[in-house]
């Protein structure tokens, strides 16, 4: 099954203002595609579009087999909450310190308000060295400390889908570098990457496939 | 002649637009409260128990002092007026039924109201509502419900307080000059007050609490790119609610008492 499937799909260019051209994508399991752009922001566009956080013009979008409805946006919860976005617009909760937005999720699903974080978030925290900033709001961190909470969340969310931006300046070289062993093993159970990057080492290590967002078009 | 008749039809249009999409949005919002069964509501409960504490107990030191000073100035003009004849039935016309609530309403207006349209304005230009959104979270159910039910109820016991406060307060702060007993000016207002009027002002309050709230995070939701569109959000917001609390105080005025 593909985790993600879309057909005769457009979204709106953010360069030229007008449609892409209509393409079919899909993801599979354990899939990793790197994308090559002459465009950042639609590059981000469609990564916005695969979050579901994007209404396309037309076409549809399948997510774990079932058809996803734009039309509204409490039905795409359901698809939202497996997608792991770590790009430049994802965003913390301003008015919960680092520790409630990283147990927001948890705190919804399960009705527990228990602030002890889990041991895999712990050692995500100690690896992003945010173990003494738990307690901070969103608003007292340095951006780099903001970024690597953000990554943290949607770490921790055990997505099946995992989109990046520019991951290499999003948390710096160092903290891809150290996460490296973590996103293999998440590919390794079926883990799906859609990434932008201009960070080599990252892309050969990672990318099993390339997509082109040029001028308008997507080309897988 | 025509443009402006086509102005005024255009703006009609887009004031009824603009009501009719709001009422499907608190109907979103209370449909919500149907659903007992939906995952957060121990967040849901929390967030409503923060709520009340900002809109209700932090508004405390403020409403107590005007609801005093009011009550004061009330009596005052009345017992000179009067000649205190009918001061408990005056006060508890004055008081209880019209100036209670929509007293209380405008000091949720300026101190709570804005701010949760300013608190939505900014989560969602800076994206938090997504970010909500992408943790399968429902802002609906979690920013809208709480602040729906803790200002609500916030609006109905400060409407309780200020009553109460400015009847007693009220009375303690003029007792110097005024003739009758605290006992016979409160034997007074229980011949004068009737269940009606403790439940139109009940219904007033809850109406109130809906409307604010709505109508703030309507205009908080409706702020969707810059954060310049955050102040304008928050004066609409607080005019609206300004206008359609002394409408809804009119109409069930004129409804229960005509």
Known sequence: ?220 | MQRVIGSVGRQALASLNQIATQLTFAYKILRLLTFPSKPGRALVRRITMEQVYFTAVQALPIIIPIAILIGGMIIIQFSRFSGQYDLGKITVLIIVRELGPILTAFLIILRSATAVTIEVGYMNVLHEVDALEMSGIDPLWIVCVPRLVGITSAIVCLFIVFDLVAIVGGYALVWIITYIHMSEFLLQIANAISVADITVGLIKAVLFGITITVTCLYHGFKTQRHITQIPVAASRASVQCFIYCLSISAAISVLFYL
């Open chain 1, 1 to 220: 099954m593909t985790m993600i499937e879309l057909s005769n799909f457009s979204f709106e260019s953010k360069k030229t203002g007008r449609a892409f051209q209509p393409f079919d994508f899909s993801l599979a399991p354990g899939d990793v595609v790197s994308i090559s752009t002459d465009s950042a922001e639609d590059a981000l566009t469609f990564l916005k579009t695969l979050a579901t956080l994007v209404p396309p013009i037309h076409g549809s979008y399948r997510f774990l087999g079932n058809n996803l409805n734009f039309s509204n946006r409490q039905d795409l919860l359901e698809a939202k909450k497996h997608i792991g976005f770590v790009t430049s617009h994802a965003a913390l909760i301003s008015n919960r310190s680092v520790r409630e937005n990283l147990l927001l999720q948890r705190a919804y699903f399960t009705n527990s308000l228990s602030a002890k974080l889990d041991p895999n978030t712990r050692r995500l925290c100690k690896l992003f060295a945010l173990e003494n900033k738990l307690d901070l709001r969103p608003a007292a961190l340095t951006e780099h400390d903001y970024r690597c909470v953000v990554t943290v969340r949607e770490l921790i969310k055990r997505p099946v889908i995992l989109l990046m931006e520019y991951p290499e300046k999003y948390i710096g070289i160092t903290k891809l570098n150290a996460i490296n062993d973590i996103l293999f093993n998440l590919v390794g159970d079926e883990l799906g990457i859609v990434f932008l990057s201009e960070y080599k080492y990252f892309i050969e290590t990672f990318s099993k496939r390339d997509l082109v967002i040029s001028n308008g078009t997507l080309q897988a």
